[in-house]
Structures are given as C-alpha cells and as structure tokens.
C-alpha cells in the first residue's frame, strides 16, 4: 500500500521535472501526441500523429517559429526525438540536445571517427537519429559504434565497437529500444562485409546477442551460398526495425548481397533482400521472408516495415507493409510472414510479377541477361523505387504516403576483385542511370493492397525526405531543393510551401506543447541522390544543416 | 582567350618537336600521335580508379553539382595540389588515400582529372 502511495505522488510530480522515459512510453509512442519518444513516430513506424490544431485549412498559415544551425554541410537525415520539452537531434558529428519552445541549445556533444572512415561510407555523411530510454540517448557513430550519452547532460555514458571500418563496416542507423534492449544495425554491403543486428543491454552497454543476416555454411541458410561467399555476402541493416509489443516481435529489413554482380554468388542468398521477424531479447528469428533472391540490382530491403490493423478480405488482419526498392509493394501478415498481396508501385521491368504463393519474383529477360553479364536497362534503377526515405502510413485513409522514384538503370556486371576497406560491387559504375524525360520522383498516395496511386505529385528533382501526415488531412514532406510542403491527404492538393535554405532530406515529426502543435525537420542535403546521381540541376542549391520547427499563426 | 590560345601554341610547339625527333630518329610518320595516345590507357585506368574510389561523393564520370562535394572538373592545373590532398585528405572532409593508392594510381587519376577539365 505504502509502495502505492509513493508510486502515485512520483506520477503527480512527474510532469514538474525531466524524468527517466520508460519502456510503457516507448509502447504508447504513436498516440503521445506530447512526445516523440520513437524513430517512426511509434514502433509501428507509420510516422502518423493524431494531432488535428494544423489542417488542411489553416496549412496555409504556418509559419516557422525557430531555426537551430547544424553547424554542418553534410546530410542531414536526423529524426528529431521530442521529450518532455527538449528536442534531440543528431548528425554525423555531433549529438544535440534543444529546447523544443525556443530553440535555444542544452547542449552538444561532439562525435569524432578516424578520417579515413569516409572511404567505406557509401551514400552520404550522415547519422539518422537517436533513440531514448531510461534517461539515456543511444547513437551509433559513422566508424561503427554505438554510444550511450546522459539524457540531461550529454555525458558519453559507454561505448561498443561492432566492426572495423578497414574492413568497410560503418554506421548510420538510429537504434531501436525494445522490450528492454537497445538493438543496432550495420552498413556496408558495398564494401565485403557480413551483415548482423546486435542487441545491447542498456544499462551497461553490454553486448546480449548478435544475429547474422547472412548465415555460415552449418546455420540454417546456408545452403543457400556456394563456397566462402558468405564471408562477403552484405546483407546490411541500415533501417531501423518496427516492433510490435504483443507479440514481442521486432521486424527489420535486410540489405542487398555483395557484390551486385549475381554470379559471384549462385542461389537464394539468405537473408539479403529479406525482413526477420526477431525476438529482441534473443535475437532469435521467428520467420523470415524474402522478397528478391540473388539480387543483382542492389533491390536492398531495409526500408520501414510498417506495422497496421487492416481489414483484408473481410478479416481484421495484422499486418506489415513495404514499398521494396524492387518496385513492389508488398502487405505481410506479421504473425506468420504469409503474403497477402505485392504489386508494383512504380514502373517494374525486371519481374512480371510476385507468385503468391512461394513469394518469389516472376523474373524478366532482363534479369536473366543480367545474370549472364550483358548490359541491360532496367526498372526501377540501382536506388529502387524506393529508396530510404521513410513513408506514412494514415490509417484513416487508408493510405500509404510515399516519395517513390521515377527513372530506370543501366546495368552490367563485371568481376569483383574484393580488398578490405575498398568497393566490392561488381558493375560498372561508369553507365549507371537511364534517366527518361519526365520527372523523376513523385509523391504518392499509395493504396497498399493494391499498389494503385490515388494521387501523386510529380517533382523534376526526385524528393529524398520522409513523409509525416496527420489526422488533420494533412502530409509533409520536403524537396531536394529546399522546400518543405504540406499537401491535401485526399487529392494532393499543394497547401502550403517554405524554403528551408538547403535541400530537404530529413525526417518531419509533430507534436503538441503547451497546447501549439509544432512540425520539425531538418534542412540540409548531401545523401545518395545529391552526390552519386550527377544531377547538376542542385549547383544552385546550397549545402547547410539546420533545424527548422513550424506552427500556425493565430 | 589568350591563356586557350597559349595552350594551343605550346601543344602545336610540342608536336613539332616530337615530329622532328620522331624524323629524326625513325622517320615514322604517324609518331606524330604517340604523346596522346600514351596518355589514353593512363586516362582510361584513372577512370576505372575514379569510379571505384571517388565516384560516390564526387559523381558518377565526374558530373556533379558541386555543392555538397567540389566539381572535380573545375579543379585547377595544379597536379601538387591534387596528389597531396589525394594522399592526405583535406578539412577532414576528403579522406586521405595515401596508403590504398600509390604514385602510379594517383597519376592515372591526374590524367583522368585533367582530361575532364571544363574549359
């Protein structure tokens, strides 16, 4: 009774002061319209809020309330976390801590890593975010560790290595906390390495557990690689999982196999171009499912894999949705891994079509002539139709909010030679991009069992931002060329546009203080479009990270 | 204009030259090509290196915006500046490249460097 009586007056005080965030708080995530305690804006990833005070028709009025300097000119793909006042937000160098009413900084703690770590960082100078748990923030760092910092001071509380940048791991990934353990993945599937994700206690920053994507000759898996190729093979995890607290399962997205070139490395290739099903206490996999066998266009699957309720065929179903880099969209049930639907979001030449009933791809001549080494042209290109940048979902309409890619590839192997520390893909990256004369990206409004577009916005400059919509009929996202934009939930209406300095590639989120509900992004370009695809269109748009936050004038 | 047309008068004088010692020594006529066209491998491998090695910040054949990382093409004739930055990095945003890349590779990239420069 006593024990009672004390854990009612801590939750009294608890709004007064800056407390310690919980496993609860992280499971409520996707309703605390006062917070944003999870990458995704809930475990579910469906990056939706509630919050209904900005609309559809006051968009028109927001305006920015302040500006926060990145004091940095890389990429900046950060999700910001709100708690209780103060926003997080990270970037390759540094982390930050900010009050989310004035802008003013905490603190900042600096983020060091050797300068040869650039060499082995594929697609851009970037960190995606933090996580928060138990008053502490965990990162990883660009040279592949992960770190654990005061929540109140930014003090670096521990610190694990998980790979050698000589051997080409880094990292970019912001964590995941769930059910109690910090969980981490890897990049570097360009560069021979062998994909994990580790589960961390903590507390400590001791190591609990590490499963590999791609699994050793005597692991269940391995029949699907000949010889030492699994030494090799990627399967990178460079996307944070979604995580479902009822079933206490964590769902993550694997990476392309290494090299690109198919031939090196005949069969399946498991788990590459997959999403596990884990227990994050364990690491063990439950299921798993793979959507491109053997890839050899880099059909990467980390992306979100959203979680949601939906009704399929007159059932309530659980389910887990992705718009693959390989141009399908596919709804999973997440209890079983069964396939209910995949169709093409995008233009898709490389397969016909998905077998509902193994799951595989019907595949093309062009994948066939791929395989054999002659020069292709193929849909979507090496980015995907898809790329990372995370999409919603707004269960009221039903709808899936994506900025999709609009151009195809040229595609021709060549031998891999590999080297520690150096590229290991295997195709010529001198011909890479069959750009077309249209636009090259659009936003759309995706229904997901169908892979049908609603509406769609074009952009001439592919977008590379996140999506954010809310229950107030309204979706967010950002330009390569600097403009952050609302639009119409239902028809795509275009509400409302400001330009943010630099291009967009950030992650937009919502959330209400002191009864105003505010919209944070970051401004700042310089991810894998910007600097691989050539599109000399940016030379007008300036480098330079900042933090911008919005509300509407009264 | 003048600084065109100076190139252009220094690589005519040079090509005099080789073709007077070409005559002289074998009397060949087509040795008047042989400067270019040993430079043509060296070219084509430093484009090879390129596309592994600086292709993912710097654009693919070179072409970019030149925002976030520098336009290779408007570089300057500088082959000192370029060798110490390859091989030592810069602003700790270049990474350095010395102990991957030796003399010869970073040559080979010169002359693909300089063969690509925006007139």
Known sequence: ?554 | MIRKLSIWTAALFAAVLVVLLAVARTATPSAAQQPAAADQPQIDHGKVTFAQKCSHCHGPNMVNAGTVTPDLRTFPNDKERFTTTVKLGKNNRMPPWGDLLNDDEIADLWAYVSSRRKP
């Open chain 1, 1 to 554: 009774m006593k024990r009672f009586a004390l854990a009612a007056g801590l939750a009294i005080l608890a709004p007064l002061g800056a407390n310690a965030q919980t496993t609860e708080q992280l499971v409520k995530g996707a309703t605390d319209t006062s917070n944003v305690v999870n990458y995704g804006m809930g475990y579910n990833l469906q990056r939706f809020s509630p919050l209904k005070q900005i609309n559809k028709d006051n968009a028109k009025n927001l305006v920015p309330v302040w500006n926060y300097s990145l004091a940095d000119d890389r990429s900046e793909e950060s999700q910001p976390l709100v708690y209780q006042g103060v926003l997080y937000v990270t970037t390759h160098a540094a982390t930050m801590a900010v009050d989310a009413k004035t802008g003013k900084q905490i603190w900042k703690t600096k983020v060091d890593y050797p300068a040869e770590t650039p060499r082995i960082v594929c697609c851009g100078i970037i960190n995606r975010g933090a996580a928060i748990f138990d008053g502490k923030l965990f990162r990883t760092t660009l040279d592949a560790n992960v770190i654990a910092l005061d929540a109140k001071t930014g003090k670096e509380l521990w610190r694990q290595k998980t790979g050698d940048i000589k051997e080409g791991y880094s990292m970019t990934v912001a964590p995941l906390v769930a059910d109690g353990v910090v969980i981490t993945g890897i990049s570097g599937a360009e560069f021979g390495t062998r994909g994990f994700i580790d589960g961390w206690d903590p507390a400590t920053g001791k190591h609990l557990w590490r499963t590999n994507t791609v699994p050793s000759p005597d692991e269940p898996g391995g029949d699907t690689w000949k010889g030492d190729t699994w030494k090799l093979g990627g399967g990178s995890t460079w996307i944070t999982g979604s995580f479902d607290p009822e079933s206490n399962t964590v769902y993550w997205g694997i990476g392309n196999p290494g090299p690109f070139n198919a031939a090196v490395r005949p069969g399946d290739n498991l788990y590459t171009c997959s999403v596990l099903a884990l227990d994050p206490k364990t690491g063990k996999m439950k299921w798993h499912f793979q959507f491109s066998p053997n890839n050899p266009f880099d059909y990467d699957a980390v992306a979100e894999m959203v979680l949601a309720d939906m009704t399929v065929e007159g059932k309530p179903t659980k389910v887990l949705m992705n718009a693959n880099r390989n141009g399908f969209f596919y709804v999973l049930d997440r209890t079983n891994g069964k396939l209910l639907a995949a169709n093409p979001y995008v233009k898709v030449n490389w397969a016909s079509g998905i077998d509902m009933k193994t799951g595989r791809p019907i595949e093309t001549d062009v994948t066939k002539d791929a395989r054999e080494g002659k020069k292709v042209t193929v849909y979507p290109s090496i980015l995907g139709g898809k790329n990372w940048e995370p999409m919603s979902f707004n269960p009221q309409t039903g709808l899936a909010y994506a900025n999709t890619l609009a151009f195809g590839g040229h595609y021709k192997s060549e031998p891999a030679e590999y080297k520690a520390g150096e590229w290991y893909v295997g195709m010529d990256l001198t011909d890479v991009w069959e750009w077309g004369d249209g636009p090259r990206g659009h936003l759309k409004a995706i229904d997901p069992m169908t892979g049908k577009t609603k509406w769609e916005v074009p952009s001439d400059i592919p977008r590379f931002s996140g999506v954010l919509s809310t229950a107030g009929g309204v979706v967010l996202s950002g330009q390569l060329t600097g403009e952050f934009e609302a639009f119409d939930a239902d028809n795509g209406k275009k509400l409302w546009s400001f330009q943010t300095g630099s291009g967009i590639e950030g992650q937009p989120v919502t959330w209400e203080q002191d009864g105003v509900q505010y919209i944070a992004v970051t401004s700042g370009y310089g991810g894998v479009y910007s600097i691989f695809s050539g599109d000399e269109r940016l030379a007008n748009v300036p480098s330079g990270g900042s933090l911008w936050v919005f509300a509407v004038k009264n």
